[in-house]
C-alpha cells in the first residue's frame, strides 16, 4: 500500500521539477508505458479520450521535452504549482488512485504573474523498482478556455 504521505512528497517533487525548470526530469516521474492528458472538466464528464495535451508512453514526454528545449519558440515562462492534499480514492498492495487538487500560477519573463490553470490531477500511482511512478495522470482542468500559450506540463 502507498501511503499518504509518500504520495505528497512524490507530488512536491513533480512540481519542483517543473517550477524550477528542470524538465528533463519530468518524464522520470512516470512508467515506461505511462499514460499523460491534459483535458477540460467538460470532455472528461462527456467521457471524451481527447486532450489538449496527449502522450501514452515515457518517450513521448521526453520527445515533449527535447521539443521545448530545442524546437518551439514561446514566449519564456515559468510555473508555480500549489498542490492540495491527495485523495485517496483506491488502494491495494499493487497501486493507488488519487485525486489531487492543483493551482498553477503563470509567471511571465516580464514579471506578470496570473493564475493559469486549476483543476485536479486523477492520478494512478504504482510502485517499479522501488520507486513510486505514475502509470497515469490526468490533469483535469476546471476551466473550458485554454491559454494558447500551454507550453509546459501541468
Given at each position: 500500500?502507498?501511503?499518504?504521505?509518500?504520495?505528497c512528497a512524490f507530488n512536491a517533487a513533480y512540481a519542483d521539477a517543473i517550477?524550477?525548470?528542470?524538465?528533463?526530469?519530468?518524464?522520470?516521474f512516470f512508467t515506461e508505458d505511462c499514460h499523460y492528458r491534459i483535458t477540460h472538466i467538460e470532455n472528461e464528464r462527456e467521457g471524451l479520450a481527447a486532450g489538449i495535451v496527449y502522450a501514452d508512453s515515457r518517450a513521448m514526454l521526453e520527445d515533449r521535452i527535447a521539443a521545448l528545449r530545442e524546437a518551439n519558440i514561446y514566449?519564456?515562462?515559468?510555473?508555480?504549482?500549489l498542490l492540495g492534499m491527495p485523495l485517496v480514492q483506491k488502494s491495494d498492495s499493487e497501486s493507488t488512485e488519487a485525486r489531487t487538487p492543483f493551482l498553477v500560477a503563470r509567471i511571465m519573463a516580464t514579471g506578470q504573474t496570473e493564475v493559469f490553470a486549476t483543476g485536479a490531477y486523477q492520478d494512478r500511482?504504482?510502485?517499479?523498482?522501488?520507486?513510486?511512478?505514475?502509470?497515469?495522470?490526468?490533469?483535469?482542468?476546471?476551466?473550458?478556455?485554454?491559454?494558447?500559450l500551454l507550453a509546459l506540463p501541468l
Open positions: 500500500m502507498i501511503d499518504l504521505l509518500a504520495l517550477d524550477s525548470d528542470a524538465l528533463e526530469q519530468w518524464p522520470g514566449e519564456r515562462q515559468r510555473y508555480r504549482h500511482f504504482v510502485r517499479q523498482d522501488g520507486q513510486l511512478r505514475l502509470q497515469s495522470r490526468v490533469a483535469v482542468c476546471d476551466s473550458t478556455v485554454t491559454d494558447t
